[in-house]
T-cell receptor, first 117, second 108 residues
Framework: GAGVSQSPSNKVTEKGKDVELRCDPI?????LYWYRQSLGQGLEFLIY????????KSGLPSDRFSAERTGGSVSTLTIQRTQQEDSAVYLC???????????????FGSGTRLTVV | GIQVEQSPPDLILQEGANSTLRCNFS?????LQWFHQNPWGQLINLFY???GTKQNGRLSATTVATERYSLLYISSSQTTDSGVYFC??????????FGKGTLLTVNP
């Protein structure tokens, strides 16, 4: 597509429930990133996918968070047993892969606003 | 990890004024990007600029990598320029560390 598409745009869930957030990157962008934006923490890196390489999950805050990317395209971020501190805007970005030590600008989606009540 | 400091934290301008936003970082970087987050929350990439100078219309950016800072210039500001401007940097990998941003308000 023309841009990075995220769904749902808003999600309200009860504490303890599982949620799935979806990201559809720009066609041809093999690099995909998840970030989280919250009032107290600003923008935080969560996870990075590049092609068929093993993802970098070093930013995931707990083992309740997981992500996968199917067919090198669509990615799903899953949060199990949601807690109130998980409330935030979850942002997905994609970019061209770039050479080592050379990068391309990110294109961000509109985000999913998650509220845990 | 790399520390990113942006200044000023808040800026109020009258339409037509010019402004300079600054980003200081604590280590050498291979990746530096400027973003604008509009009042609806959409993050727009303005520049990928790990070094040198780029211009795009009324916006320009300069990064002096050896001195560990980057500047974003906004000329003839418009109300649509309002929002938060983020500087984000990365070192030897692809992860970006974001600054806390500069909140710009342009009044008509």
């Amino acid at each position: 597509g023309a841009g990075v598409s995220q769904s749902p745009s808003n999600k309200v869930t009860e504490k303890g429930k599982d949620v799935e957030l979806r990201c559809d990157p720009i066609s041809g962008h093999t690099a995909l990133y998840w970030y989280r934006q919250s009032l107290g923490q600003g923008l935080e890196f969560l996870i990075y996918f590049q092609g068929n390489s093993a993802p970098d999950k070093s930013g995931l805050p707990s083992d309740r968070f997981s992500a996968e990317r199917t067919g090198g395209s669509v990615s799903t971020l899953t949060i199990q047993r949601t807690q109130q501190e998980d409330s935030a805007v979850y942002l997905c970005a994609s970019s061209l892969p770039g050479a080592p030590k050379s990068y391309y600008g990110y294109t961000f989606g509109s985000g999913t606003r998650l509220t845990v009540v | 990890g790399i520390q990113v400091e942006q200044s000023p934290p808040d800026l109020i301008l009258q339409e037509g004024a010019n402004s300079t936003l600054r980003c200081n970082f604590s280590d050498s970087v291979n990746n530096l990007q400027w973003f604008h987050q509009n009042p609806w929350g959409q993050l727009i990439n303005l520049f990928y600029i790990p070094s040198g100078t780029k211009q795009n219309g009324r916006l320009s950016a300069t990064t002096v990598a050896t001195e560990r800072y980057s500047l974003l210039y906004i000329s003839s500001s418009q109300t649509t320029d309002s929002g938060v401007y983020f500087c984000a940097v990365g070192g030897s990998n692809y992860k970006l560390t974001f600054g806390k941003g500069t909140l710009l308000t342009v009044n008509p």
